[in-house]
């Protein structure tokens, strides 16, 4: 089975309300083991997370989205607070969703989506799990919004996306 298929599928359960606990060391599926990295890669700034992000929108002819700090902050309460819980979850350990984080961070939100996913292996790596998944995906490459926010914890990663009012 296609690696980047599965993460797709493992990152799509932990979004649906199953909780996954992290670090998963492997997964069997449909008769297969796949073993997932446990290696911590080296943790690079927010500006060229932003820029690789970018990067990807730019390659399927999609605008760039601004760096919002209020969507940051947003984005770094998640990935902190699931690192904390130990899961990939978009519910927060004192029940919130996105849009009451986001609020909470005095953004005036018209629209917003969130990506979360958990892996060792880098920024790259996130993107690629990202684009597997057919929600996430849509998350990075929609039109509707003009800003971001990105964030690290541990292995755990948060882009939350917006448009203002």
Not at 110 to 130: C, M, P, S, Y
Request: hydrophobic residues 40%; charged residues 25%; glycine residues 10%.
């Amino acid at each position: 089975m296609n690696r980047l298929y599965l993460a797709g599928i493992l990152l799509a359960l932990g979004t649906a309300g199953a909780c996954t606990k992290a670090p998963v060391q492997e997964v069997a599926t449909r008769g297969e083991i796949v073993r997932l990295s446990s290696v911590s890669a080296p943790a690079a700034n927010a500006s060229a997370y932003g820029s690789a992000f970018n990067a990807f929108r730019a390659q399927k002819g999609l605008p760039q989205l601004r760096r919002s700090p209020r969507l940051e902050a947003a984005a770094r309460k998640h990935a902190r607070d699931i690192a904390n819980m130990g899961k990939l979850t978009h519910r927060g350990s004192d029940g919130s969703q996105i849009s009451g984080r986001v609020k909470a961070t005095g953004y005036p939100m018209r629209r917003v989506a969130e990506n979360a996913a958990w892996t060792a292996q880098g920024f790259d790596r996130v993107l690629k799990i990202w684009e597997g998944s057919p929600p996430h995906r849509k998350n990075m490459l929609r039109r509707d919004v003009e800003e971001y926010g990105l964030a690290k914890s541990g292995p755990y990663w948060v882009l939350v996306v917006g448009q203002k009012r």
